[in-house]
């Protein structure tokens, strides 16, 4: 007689929810429970952006499609400064200064999101330095705690996956976080009404409800598509 198989789980690995990896899944957990989260998904039309990179490139300018995208997303917070700040307590706190933060994956399934003080003050290839030093830091755990948490608008990069569209989570108490998407070379519907391939790239905008609407959260989104588009 055959013995039946055990079909009952083994015991796997058990990864418990405490120090970092547990404060991780609090904040996670109280963005979701206390702000009223919505996502705003676009395409846009990168083909101009990568040609940008590459003319850099060619001047000896070595910056990352997030560089350019960072510089896009503080020009375009520039004219929706109600995306640009924090809900604490009962206030919404609105800054003229963009404090950026980034989301980034660390060793041990980690994940941190360092800031970038005054980065609109800043050129595009001394924010990319900052940017790499920030993450470098990040690596090590150096970063001080206003750096963890002094931000007032967050990017989440997964362009170098196959995803295109996600839900990326309110860094709270910011107000708002933009997702990068995969980049994909499609069809595309010119202007002239023909159709070539581009290099068409994913967007999502979460916002918190509490502190600004959808229609002006749509009209950042689709102004910085436009901006994007231009290169």
């Known amino acids: ?36 989260q919505l996502t705003h998904h676009a395409e846009c039309d990168a083909t101009e952006l990568f040609a940008t990179k590459e003319r850099l490139a060619s001047q000896g300018i070595k910056v990352s499609i997030e560089d350019l995208i960072a510089q896009a997303v503080v020009t375009t917070l520039a004219n929706y400064p109600d995306l640009n700040g924090r809900v604490e307590g009962k206030e919404i706190r609105l800054y003229d200064e963009v404090h950026l933060s980034y989301a980034m994956a660390l060793p041990g399934n980690l994940l941190a999101a360092p800031t970038l003080f005054n980065a609109g003050e800043l050129s595009l290839m001394d924010r990319s330095n900052a940017r790499r030093e920030l993450a470098e830091r990040a690596k ?28 990326p989570i309110v860094n709270l108490p910011q107000i708002a976080i933009l997702g990068i998407g995969e980049t994909r070379l499609r069809p595309w519907v010119m202007p002239d009404h023909s159709i070539e391939p581009r290099r068409i790239m994913g967007l999502s905008l979460s916002f918190d409800h509490r502190a600004v609407d959808g229609a002006p959260a749509a009209a950042l989104l689709t102004e910085l598509c436009t901006l994007i588009e231009k290169g």
């Open 1 to 36: 007689m055959t013995a039946k198989p055990n079909l009952s789980p083994g015991p796997g690995k058990t990864i418990p929810l405490r120090g970092m990896r547990g404060m991780i899944a609090d904040n996670m957990r109280r963005s979701l429970d206390e702000a009223a």
């Open 140 to 167: 090590t755990g150096k970063l001080t705690v206003p750096e963890m948490t002094g931000g007032t608008f967050t990017l989440s990069n997964l362009g170098l996956s196959r995803v295109q569209f996600f839900t």
